[in-house]
């Protein structure tokens, strides 16, 4: 059974960085496509990064040059850097994972696997 926990959210003033990471088990991030996605109040959800079975890394063109999406395959986690946060970064933030040959941010909101998402709160 696969399982994704997320953690590391939490508030934080404008300007300023997060770290995310998703605890994965069950999963194997080393053949597989990973990611994380993002939904605020009253907004659809929006795929932020993604990150392929060979460590290609894609970003939203909203976080691009500010997120960084990472892995750590001995431990099976997987982190997401957020700096030069703005209130628009304000969400709920999930990490996911699916059997994707094409791994991209905008499939991660419809991803197989799913954790039950942290909080990010900028002011």
């Known amino acids: 059974q696969v399982q994704l926990v997320e953690s590391g959210g939490g508030s934080v003033q404008a300007g300023g960085s997060l770290r995310l990471s998703c605890a994965a088990s069950g999963w194997s991030m080393k053949t597989q496509c990973m990611g994380w996605f993002r939904q605020a109040p009253g907004k659809e959800r929006e795929g932020v990064a993604s990150i392929s079975k060979d460590d290609v890394p894609t970003y939203a063109t909203s976080v691009q040059g500010r997120f960084r999406i990472s892995k750590d395959t001995a431990k099976n986690t997987l982190d997401l850097q957020m700096d030069s946060l703005t209130p628009d970064d304000t969400a709920m933030y999930y990490c996911?994972?699916?059997?994707?040959?094409?791994?991209?941010?905008?499939?991660?909101?419809?991803?197989?696997?799913r954790g039950r998402g942290t909080q990010v709160t900028v002011s």
């Open positions: 996911a994972a699916d059997f994707l040959s094409l791994c991209v941010p905008s499939r991660m909101p419809n991803a197989r696997y």
